[in-house]
C-alpha cells in the first residue's frame, strides 16, 4: 500500500493512476500503528522533522511536485508557465516489521 502523509489531493489523485491501494494519512501516530511493508510519500521537510529515515524508512526516490493544483486563474497561469513553487516530495519504503 501507499500512504501519503498531508497532502489529500495527492492521495487521490494517485488512487486514479496506480493499482496499488492508496490512503491519506494525516497524523504521525497513525504511520506508527501500521505493521508490514509500505510505501510512503512525504514532504521532504517532514520527513525530516518526523525523523523519516534510516533505518526506519529508506528513500525510494525524491521528486518536485505542484501539490496544490487548484486555485485563482493567476495561480493556474504561473503554473502552466512553470513559476509556480514546487515542493520537494520523498518516496519511502518502510523497513519491515
Known sequence: PIYVYQMPEV???L??????????VD???????IKGTYHLLVRHDQAEQLHLGPPRFS?????????HKTGTFNKLLRLAGGTWPLETIDFLQSAPR
Open 11 to 13: 492521495a487521490r489523485e
Open 15 to 24: 488512487a486514479l493512476y496506480s493499482s496499488a491501494p492508496c490512503y491519506a
Open 27 to 33: 497524523s504521525a501516530a497513525y504511520l506508527s500503528q
Open 59 to 67: 528513500r525510494l526516490a525524491e521528486m518536485e511536485l505542484v501539490v
